[in-house]
């Protein structure tokens, strides 16, 4: 057989078979997993390239007469209804049994479960088909935000949803550190479709699970979903407020009156150190703001790594006494934002010793800078050769004195 001539003969190749599935499910599975390619490879505005391949397809397969194509096309135009000529599309004279249930699914239950440090939440669907018999088997949609990242890192679409219902609950009651609860099927969507307009844009997609096969798929079960009438944390847009100076202040000083900065003999610390003190609780701040989904009480194991053994080094310059400072101010402010969240005691020690593993990699990373961008590795410079960055006139003075050493780091 000679080889497909274009990408829409080989989407037809591939699906050749797809009149022989069992049923409406299968079918849509098949179609989404054809269109993750198409998804894999775009480098920006994924979901909408997968839109206009599927308007493309179908109107230059539009005179296909055979069962797989006119079977493929209904696929299609049901998985991604928004994309021009999907509306028109037909089953054809050959069209199986199940065509009629192609997206013909009822939600029967929404669920959420995640880790109580909040790095990490799983939204899960179940849905059912009008007619089982050829629609398929109730079926469960994952999806996994990662709030760290800010991006629905995977989704997953698989059956049968009670199997998959029953094990996520048996491993939320066994784990200690985790929760799970029934959620608003319109938070569900918000939340799942939000972090999702943020993926579909990644240059490169996290490599593991089943995130461009079953994007598809998952869509669209989240377009049948109720939108959102609930109150949102955010100004409307999706993107909550920053801390106004007067809320950070109010947070340092509603820390350091409590017990875990006592703890730490953070409360008492002589004049000389309330410099580097406030200049750490500053960093604490801005990095919760750092994040998609910035909240200044939200501490982990994993967000104390990002912080003291990335973000820091990348985006501020310590001094020795700020760098010996620093953990320790971590240390108290993850237990102090652990009380107030009401998290078990577990949590509060895995952090706690996290933190304190840390420190021999945060004092290399430290010293040797090797993580600092090159603005942060300029300021550290400066001030290594003591010239104040806020001095215009010195400032000027460093560049010309060191401009040669300047061009020759900096090559045209």
Known sequence: MAPPQNPFDAVLHAAR?????????????????????????????????VRTFVSDFLSATARRRTAAATTIRT??????????????????????SWSD???????TGSYA?????????????TFAYDDSASGGPEHAVVALVDHNIGIT??????????????????????????????????????EVARHLDITDELEALPQEGSLATDRALVG???????????????NNTGTPEPLSAADRDRLVRAFLSAPEAARLGLDRLPEADLASLHFCLSLVLDH?????????????????????????????????????????????????????RGLPAEAVSQTDEAV?????????????????????????????????????????????????????????
Request: hydrophobic residues 45%.
């Open 288 to 340: 919760a703001e750092s994040f998609p989904d910035p909240d200044p009480m939200r501490w982990s194991p994993a967000v104390a790594g990002l912080f003291l053994l990335d973000w820091v080094h990348r985006r501020a310059v310590l001094d020795m006494d700020d760098a010996a400072l620093l953990p320790r101010v971590v240390r108290g402010w993850a237990g102090y934002a652990a009380r107030l």
């Open 356 to 412: 304190e593993e840390m420190v021999p990699e945060f004092v290399r990373l430290y010293t040797t800078g090797e993580r600092r961008s090159p603005a942060t590795a300029a300021v550290a410079q400066l001030i290594a050769d003591g010239v104040d960055p806020s001095d215009p006139a010195a400032l000027d003075a460093w560049i010309e004195a060191n401009r040669q050493r300047l061009d020759d780091d900096n090559p045209a």
């Open 113 to 125: 479960y995640g880790d109580v440090y909040g790095d990490q939440t799983s939204y899960l669907a």
């Open 220 to 234: 669209a079960r989240l377009a049948l979903l109720p939108t959102s009438t609930l109150p949102d944390d955010s």
């Open 153 to 190: 890192k995977d989704v997953f679409v698989g059956g049968p949803a009670e199997r998959i219902l029953e094990q996520v609950r048996q491993m939320c009651a066994d784990d200690a550190l985790t929760w799970f609860r029934e959620e608003d099927p319109s938070r569900l969507r918000r």
């Open 17 to 49: 078979d797809v009149a022989k599935l069992d049923c409406a499910l299968d079918a849509e599975m098949l179609g989404a997993a054809l269109l993750g390619s198409v998804y894999a490879i775009a480098d920006e505005d994924r979901n909408g390239v």
């Open 75 to 96: 696929v299609f135009a049901a998985l991604v209804p928004d994309a021009d000529g999907a509306a028109g599309v037909k089953p054809g004279t050959q069209a199986p």
């Open 101 to 107: 249930q192609l997206g013909k699914v009822r939600l």
